[in-house]
């Protein structure tokens, strides 16, 4: 998806009409956005960051995940969820990565390696069954890895982007109920 926020506005529209009124959020300012990217050391990735300035806030962004937290909320997976990320990272031999792979197949090959939770972002609510994360320790084209972590089943989707992620809800949500 463009990381143009006006794109992202026209986008956003359209997947927004199968939503309930609420379920969007006001969009958040350049100056919030900048006093989160400072807090943690990072600046967002262009689709994740337009997002943020064109739509802000959504709810029920997964099936599993309530919202998307707003920039004064978001935290280091490391420091929101100590223990999640000790029981999943040591050792780390323990799990490889979601593909089976080893370590630097498993980059090659775009997969999520157990210890990039570790440096994960999470952008949804700590404590739920699934889990919204960025991951900047795979970049593709200045855009993070994006993926859901499922506690109960180890892995979940994982996508080139927080656009991407997005995109790949939005299908989800207009296929028809099995």
Not at 90 to 96: C, D, G, K
Not at 156 to 166: T, V
Request: contains cysteine; negative net charge; glycine residues 8%.
């Amino acid at each position: 998806m463009n990381s143009n926020p006006e794109n992202w506005q026209q986008s956003w529209l359209q997947w927004s009409a199968q939503l309930e009124p609420g379920d969007v959020g006001p969009a958040h300012a350049e100056a919030e956005i900048e006093a989160a990217e400072l807090r943690l050391g990072v600046r967002f990735p262009p689709s994740y960051r337009s997002f943020l300035l064109a739509v802000g806030g959504l709810k029920n962004p997964h099936f599993e995940a309530s919202r998307l937290l707003p920039p004064s909320e978001l935290r280091w997976l490391r420091d929101a969820d100590v223990e999640l990320v000790a029981e999943w990272t040591e050792p780390p031999e323990q799990f490889l990565t979601f593909l089976d792979l080893p370590r630097g197949e498993a980059e090659e090959e775009g997969g999520w390696v157990m210890t990039h939770l570790r440096d994960a972002l999470l952008i949804s609510p700590a404590g739920e069954s699934t889990l919204l994360l960025l991951n900047p320790s795979v970049i593709r084209d200045g855009e993070w890895q994006a993926c859901t972590f499922n506690d109960w089943h180890p892995g979940g989707e994982i996508h080139d982007s927080f656009g991407a992620m997005l995109k790949a809800e939005a299908a989800m949500a207009r296929k028809p109920n099995d």
